[in-house]
């Protein structure tokens, strides 16, 4: 198959974004041509790599991967309204990039979030007379609408009709988790137009070792509680920093926060007002080092709010933490994620807003009173059996290539 993929976000860039890079690694080395469409890379920090400034588009090769870059006005995620001003400029920059593209192509597969890549790929998909796949990591403007980033209004009510619009006239659904795909579902869409591909981890992060980052950061002696990934609005890290202001008698217990997002302005205001010393945030670290600190932690922590659409939310991240065999601390009541954590060995589960509960779990783990080496153990075996990257990668090519 001749595959063209369109994505707003894509390696070097981080985050889950690593995932669909992955993917289309996998469908070359099994034999197909991949092509890609995606931004000029700045994605989270606002900030463009030196080689790619100045320019409006630039091709490269990335392990057979050919990848189309468009200008993109360049934001960092905590600037949400910037950030709307770059999807609309990427609409345009994509599809005037897509006409430099000559080859054909048996489908495109539009990667959403955000919403103007189903836009792009639809309209490809009518020029160039080929199929359409829709791939849905989360799924919007829902989720926003939980969350609170948008205000239920004509607005978001337009917006959701256009996407479930295009879902309906996609050939095929690639949902991230199996609630997305019980969603889709729920539209009216035929079941067999829809396949769950979870994201899986590379075996990066299951061959992982500190490489000395707790020296490097003074952390030999701390109890290491840490956490990695976007600090946005989806998660209740406040309820991290509560809980961190109540363990101060303990000395040795540090947190950690690796990466950027909207939220880290106010949880840095909260850890000086409080005047609390065992909290440290040390922004996006380049991508191949992120096992490294997950490996270095004594525990790996995630919240997410408790609204209607994380019932059906699985964050990627969590098969990264289960393959780097550490203990979870998974701040949800309920849920997809929860039932996989309990099916891997158990889920040390605290409610997204009680620091109460949150703190007690950490004292257990660290006091011995739950065997944190043992579940970790317990998550990457199951990690290793069931959610290898290659292994989605296989279900997702041999959805792709059927009838």
């Not at 009709?161 to 050939?171: E, I």
């Not at 199996?178 to 299951?206: M, N, Q």
């Not at 007690?360 to 080496?373: M, Q, S, V």
Request: proline share 5%; glycine share 8%.
């Amino acid at each position: 198959m001749n595959i063209l993929i369109v994505a707003q976000h894509f390696p070097p860039e981080r985050g889950a974004v690593r995932r669909l890079f992955e993917f289309a690694r996998y469908f070359v080395r099994s034999g197909n041509k991949v092509s890609v469409l995606t931004a000029i890379p700045n994605y989270p920090d606002g900030v463009v790599p030196e080689k790619y400034r100045g320019r409006f588009f630039y091709t490269e090769e990335m392990d057979g991967v050919k990848v189309y870059r468009s200008w993109v006005l360049a934001a960092s995620n905590r600037d949400p309204g910037k950030r709307m001003i770059g999807f609309v400029t990427f609409l345009f920059s994509c599809l005037i990039n897509s006409f430099r593209v000559k080859e054909d192509f048996d489908l495109i597969l539009a990667s959403t979030p955000p919403v103007n890549t189903p836009v792009i790929g639809w309209m490809l998909s009518k020029i160039r007379r080929t199929k359409l796949i829709i791939e849905i990591r989360d799924l919007q403007p829902e989720s926003s609408e939980d969350f609170g980033n948008l205000n239920r209004s004509l607005f978001t009510r337009t917006l959701k009709k256009m996407m479930h619009g295009l879902y309906r006239r996609a050939d095929k659904i690639v949902a991230a988790t199996d609630g997305i795909a019980s969603y889709v579902k729920s539209l009216g869409i035929p079941a067999e137009r829809v396949e769950t591909i979870k994201s899986g981890y590379s075996e990066t992060f299951t061959a992982a070792h500190p490489n000395g980052i707790r020296k490097s950061f003074g952390w030999e002696d701390k109890f290491l509680i840490l956490y990695s990934g976007t600090l946005g609005w989806a998660h209740s890290l406040e309820t991290v920093i509560e809980s961190a202001r109540q363990l101060t008698d303990q000395p040795d217990v540090q947190f950690v926060f690796v990466g950027e997002g909207e939220k880290r302005n106010a949880l840095e205001g909260m850890v000086r007002d409080y005047g609390l010393k065992n909290v440290t945030f040390i922004g996006s670290q380049p991508l191949e080092k992120i096992p490294y600190f997950l490996k270095a932690s004594d525990a790996l922590i995630e919240s997410l709010r408790e609204v209607p659409i994380t019932k059906g939310t699985f964050p990627a991240k969590l098969f990264e933490y289960m393959a780097t065999g550490r203990p979870i601390l998974f701040g949800s009541s309920r849920g997809e994620a929860i039932n996989e954590l309990e099916e891997a060995g158990g889920a040390l589960r605290f409610g997204s807003d009680d620091a109460d509960s949150l703190s007690a779990l950490i004292l257990k783990l660290k006091n011995g009173e739950i065997d944190g080496e043992r579940l970790g153990r317990s998550y990457q075996a199951h990690a290793e059996r069931f959610h290898p990257r290659e292994r989605w990668a296989h279900k997702y090519l041999t959805f792709l290539d059927s009838k």
